[in-house]
């Protein structure tokens, strides 16, 4: 279910199905109360190798069957919930006010530790856009487009080319072969050689 009015590019744009039923029952009175006493908290990632929780969280190997378990870090961008103690005060209704000042006090740009945000692009070194590339698991020609728009809006960094993608293949084509129109790797012990494996055993 979409979040209204959520302005905030960091925040959860989303709520899952089961707490949307959760709170409808809540509201309706057919829960006496929800089960947790204070929401989750977002707050703006300021650094996202380090506190931020989308770049943190590895949900590898996460199923309906181990998700109890899982652990989640925990961050300074995000207050997790608080889950209701059977002695906790009951809210009669949904729309009453939990607290005022559930975010804390913000960073202040006179504090030591401060950090601010700065606004001044970062440009893609030739490195970085391999990265992006491989990750987005895009092909050659959609590798060279993205580049291509990424170099319209002056996000590359001066020794970044687009044309590199053009032949991003070269090395490896005296690995394959073509015949009647079907390409196949000829050379396999090779090719793993030359892509990081130390030894190759045909048998494995």
């Given at each position: 279910?979409?979040?209204?009015?959520?302005?905030?590019?960091?925040?959860?744009?989303?709520?899952c199905k089961s707490c949307v039923e959760y709170l409808r029952l809540w509201k309706s009175g057919k829960r006496n109360a929800y089960k947790f006493e204070k929401p989750t908290i977002w707050r703006e990632a300021r650094n996202?190798?380090?506190?931020?929780y989308f770049c943190t969280v590895n949900v590898n190997g996460l199923n309906t069957k181990n998700r109890a378990k899982w652990q989640y870090p925990s961050t300074s961008c995000v207050?997790?919930?608080?889950?209701?103690s059977p002695d906790s005060l009951v809210l009669k209704n949904?729309?009453?006010?939990?607290?005022?000042?559930?975010?804390?006090?913000?960073p202040s740009q006179n504090d030591a530790d401060f950090k601010g945000m700065s606004n001044?692009?970062?440009?893609?070194?030739?490195?970085?856009?391999?990265?992006?590339?491989?990750?987005?698991?895009?092909s050659k020609l959609a590798s060279e487009?993205?580049?291509?728009?990424?170099k319209e809006k002056n996000l590359l960094s001066s020794e970044t080319k687009i044309s590199f993608y053009r032949e991003r293949?070269?090395?490896?084509?005296?690995?394959?072969?073509?015949?009647?129109?079907?390409t196949f790797c000829s050379d396999i012990k090779n090719l793993l050689i030359k892509m990081g494996l130390e030894q190759y055993e045909p048998k494995d």
């Amino acid at each position: 279910m979409p979040l209204d009015k959520n302005e905030k590019s960091w925040a959860a744009s989303c709520v899952c199905k089961s707490c949307v039923e959760y709170l409808r029952l809540w509201k309706s009175g057919k829960r006496n109360a929800y089960k947790f006493e204070k929401p989750t908290i977002w707050r703006e990632a300021r650094n996202h190798l380090e506190n931020c929780y989308f770049c943190t969280v590895n949900v590898n190997g996460l199923n309906t069957k181990n998700r109890a378990k899982w652990q989640y870090p925990s961050t300074s961008c995000v207050q997790r919930p608080v889950k209701r103690s059977p002695d906790s005060l009951v809210l009669k209704n949904i729309s009453e006010p939990l607290e005022q000042d559930i975010e804390g006090p913000s960073p202040s740009q006179n504090d030591a530790d401060f950090k601010g945000m700065s606004n001044e692009p970062k440009f893609f070194s030739q490195n970085e856009l391999d990265d992006l590339v491989r990750d987005l698991n895009i092909s050659k020609l959609a590798s060279e487009l993205l580049a291509s728009r990424l170099k319209e809006k002056n996000l590359l960094s001066s020794e970044t080319k687009i044309s590199f993608y053009r032949e991003r293949d070269k090395e490896l084509r005296r690995y394959f072969s073509e015949e009647n129109g079907i390409t196949f790797c000829s050379d396999i012990k090779n090719l793993l050689i030359k892509m990081g494996l130390e030894q190759y055993e045909p048998k494995d």
